[in-house]
């Protein structure tokens, strides 16, 4: 390598480089200093955003919670009030029903009451012409028994 730089040119670029390092050096500290400096002022910055994030989202989830509890609080309102209507119009069936029931099985008692009434006046008027129509009968039957005796 000597045989291509003059002699004591190494030493010089040698010198040249550690006086360029030495005035470098101050300015590298800067960076290193700025950079360090840059971070710490990038991680508190991403904290701090890191905290707000959180705290929207615990905003954001909290209003959530509330929007469902109370559309919960209103489905379960609306549900009680057409269970309370279904149970009223089911009452009100069955009590008018119970109603018909009773009107008409009274009704059917009174005309079964009518008609054994009807049954047994047709049949007590009736067990009077059957008397005379079983005399009327055995007055002709006696009268036949004549005319075959005097046939016979």
């Known amino acids: 390598m000597s ?35 840059r971070s ?27 929007a469902h509890a109370s559309a919960h609080t209103v489905i379960l309102q609306q549900y009680q009030a057409d269970y309370d209507d279904v149970k009223r119009q089911w009452n009100s069936v069955c009590a008018e029903i119970a109603s018909r029931y009773e009107v008409e099985h009274d009704q059917g008692q009174d005309a079964l009451q009518e008609a054994r009434w009807q049954a047994g006046t047709m049949f007590e008027a009736g067990k ?7 005399k009327e009968i055995e007055i002709r039957q006696d009268a036949q028994w004549q005319v075959f005796d005097a046939i016979r």
Do not use: C, F, M
């Not at 730089?5 to 010089?12: A, D, F, I, Q, V």
């Open 3 to 37: 045989e291509l730089l003059p002699h004591g040119e190494p030493w010089r670029l040698l010198n040249d480089l550690q006086q360029r390092v030495a005035e470098r050096a101050p300015a590298e500290g800067e960076i290193l200093g700025e950079l360090a400096a």
């Open 40 to 66: 710490r002022a990038t991680e508190k910055r991403y904290q701090r955003l890191q905290k707000t994030l959180a705290a929207r989202h615990a905003e954001s989830r909290t209003a959530e919670e509330l």
């Open 128 to 134: 009077g012409t059957l008397g005379e129509q079983v």
